[in-house]
Nanobody, 125 residues
Framework: VQLVESGGDVVQPGGSLRLSCVVA????????IGWFRQAPGKEREGVAC????????DYADSVTGLFTASIDSAKSTLYLQMSGLKPDDTAKYYC???????????????????WGQGTQVTVSS
């Protein structure tokens, strides 16, 4: 199982960015998968996730209405479309996957077993 994030960049406040997570070794519709982020000096927090049960998404309150997670199964890619970015969104963003016996996603990172290396998002003027 491999996950590789990309798309991180420096963006101005109010801007938009799309992150990608390409996976290998499994199919996205069989694994619960999510986006997490970790800012310097802070714990990793869940941002968004998609369940394998029904494809439904869950979001952290801080990003609801601003971020959208989606899957392109044909491309084996998970996306995170981010808009209205704020300096507080500055962090390293990771995608994670649960083992396939757990189809429901969660925003708690301790329940994820596979991780990518992360991609840096910096929101600054």
């Amino acid at each position: 199982v491999q996950l590789v994030e990309s798309g991180g960049d420096v963006v101005q406040p109010g801007g938009s960015l799309r992150l990608s997570c390409v996976v290998a070794g499994f199919t996205l519709d069989e694994y619960a998968i999510g986006w997490f982020r970790q800012a310097p000096g802070k714990e990793r927090e869940g941002v968004a996730c998609i369940s394998a049960t029904d494809g439904s998404a869950d979001y952290a309150d801080s990003v609801t209405g601003l971020f959208t997670a989606s899957i392109d199964s044909a491309k084996s890619t998970l996306y995170l479309q981010m808009s209205g970015l704020k300096p507080d969104d500055t962090a390293k963003y990771y995608c994670g996957a649960r083992v396939p016996m757990f189809k429901q996603c969660t925003l708690f990172d301790e329940f994820y077993d596979y991780w990518g290396q992360g991609t840096q998002v910096t929101v600054s003027s």
